[in-house]
């Protein structure tokens, strides 16, 4: 790129990115410039006619675990280098943008004040009827008691017994409601006490796990 990004996608009409961008929480992993509500970064590969960093074993290495993990949360990554052009750079922002783009018209609502939230990477436990609501790479509004919270990615939905989610996801999450359980009985006696108007006969019922991804906006 011969020119600022930001004054490419100002002079192009495209929103101006956010400039090291810390997408994973977890990780001190950053992107060179994003736009977090569109879930799109772009990654300038400098050094690749000297051979630098990004063109060495360990430098490359470690750049495919940081894409994986976008890749995972929801991200779409562009790559560019020092010898792209600067009309092709903004012919690709506006080709993703174009395709990615989604409206946060879908809301998942959370009636406790959970820590979670406030997670990079978090998960919640629905009714079946909610598989059919949702999917993967859908963009969602989160809200706590009723009051937007925050944006959110869907990074997966899948439609189990309840028998087949792993303890460790059911202690977790009743813990984040303010209770501790120890089996998947117990677990569904809690369901059967939050959620009364819900049916919830055994644990061989089928219960809907969504993996969200929060939007640092």
Request: include cysteine.
């Amino acid at each position: 790129m011969r020119q600022s990004l930001t004054v490419l996608c100002r002079a192009a009409g495209l929103k101006t990115p956010a400039m090291e961008y810390r997408f994973c929480l977890d990780r001190k992993w950053r992107f060179d410039y994003a736009w977090p509500d569109q879930r799109i970064a772009l990654e300038y590969e400098g050094g690749v006619t000297s051979g630098g960093r990004h063109t060495r074993a360990v430098g490359y290495t470690k750049d495919c675990e940081k894409y994986n993990q976008a890749q995972i949360m929801g991200w779409t990554v562009l790559r560019v280098t020092n010898l792209t052009q600067d009309s092709e750079v903004i012919n690709t922002l506006k080709a993703a943008a174009a395709k990615g783009a989604k409206v946060a018209g879908k809301k998942l609502q959370f009636s406790r004040n959970f820590t979670k939230l406030y997670e990079s990477l978090y998960s919640t436990l629905r009714h079946n009827l909610v598989a059919a609501k949702y999917a993967a790479g859908d963009l969602v509004t989160v809200y706590l008691n009723d009051e937007k919270h925050h944006l959110a990615f869907i990074t997966g939905v899948s439609l189990k017994p309840l028998r087949e989610i792993e303890i460790e996801v059911l202690m977790k999450d009743a813990a984040y409601k303010g209770f501790e359980i120890r089996t998947h009985e117990q677990y569904l006696d809690l369901l059967r006490e939050l959620y009364p108007d819900k049916e919830f006969k055994s644990i061989d019922d089928y219960v809907t796990l969504i993996i969200l991804s929060k939007v640092n906006a």
